[in-house]
């Protein structure tokens, strides 16, 4: 599979887990992709899995106990080896299928779920790593690209309308309800779609970060659309 990462300097491209894992984030770069051409039959891991709910995680012995065809199987092997790796690593990954997040449809102006162009936050040193081995996958914009919901006039003004407390601590409101997270893509900003197969590394909002955070966003389904997604 042609490499269609190389000349974005968001992102660095390397061919094993422990590049993945050890290279530094550095400069505009705060996206890392380990480079896959994956085979195997990864439709027929979804087409075999049961659904419980919108999102359903799948346990490693739900997965090591499906019946499947050599195609399957190597499939179902890459997986498993990715859930071995991470764990290895000290990562908690959770394999999902999915057919829709939970949205955010409360306030008309501003939309907090996962949908919405948003960084990941978290309180120690950490990364996210996630891959799609079947169904669409996430987008990725450059930071230049977006401007946080926050600092938008119209919607800053909607959300001190909303809001019930002093002045003092409207700063802290928005960060408490997540709202600080959220992006807006500018105008003529070019989406990176992260494709299938590929296992990536982003960078995270917390006190060590030395660059600024991934902004992403999950895909919109199409009814009938499943993804498998492994993430953590």
């Given at each position: 599979m042609k490499n269609t990462f190389s000349d974005n300097t968001q992102i660095q491209v390397v061919s094993t887990f422990s590049e993945l894992v050890n290279t530094h984030f550095q400069?505009?770069?705060?996206?890392?992709?380990w480079h896959r051409n994956l085979v195997g039959d990864f439709q027929e891991i979804v087409s075999k899995l049961d659904f419980i709910e919108n999102i359903t995680?799948?346990?490693?012995?739900?997965?090591?106990?499906?019946?499947l065809s050599e195609q399957g199987h190597i499939a179902r092997e890459t997986i498993l080896n990715d859930i071995q790796l991470l764990s290895d690593f000290g990562a908690s990954p959770s394999l999902n299928l999915l057919k829709n997040y939970e949205r955010d449809d409360e306030l008309d102006f501003i939309?907090?779920?996962?949908y919405s162009f948003h960084v990941d936050r978290a309180p120690i040193e950490t990364n996210t790593f996630l891959c799609t081995?079947?169904?669409p996958a996430s987008d990725i914009l450059p930071n230049d690209q977006v401007e946080q919901k926050i600092s938008i006039p119209s919607i800053r003004e909607k959300l001190k309308e909303i809001y019930e407390g002093?002045?003092?601590?409207?700063?802290?409101?928005?960060?408490?309800?997540c709202f600080?997270?959220?992006?807006?893509?500018?105008?003529?900003?070019?989406?990176?779609?992260?494709?299938?197969g590929h296992l990536w590394r982003?960078?995270?909002?917390?006190?060590?970060?030395?660059?600024?955070?991934?902004?992403?966003?999950?895909?919109?389904?199409?009814d009938g659309e499943y993804r498998l997604l492994l993430i953590c």
């Open positions: 400069g505009d770069s705060n996206a890392i992709c995680e799948i346990s490693i012995e739900n997965l090591s106990a499906l019946q939309s907090t779920d996962v081995y079947y169904g002093t002045e003092d601590e409207f700063e802290a409101f928005l960060t408490d309800y600080d997270l959220h992006y807006q893509a500018k105008e003529n900003s070019q989406p990176v779609n992260l494709g299938s982003l960078a995270v909002e917390h006190p060590k970060q030395q660059v600024l955070p991934c902004v992403h966003r999950a895909p919109f389904e199409k």
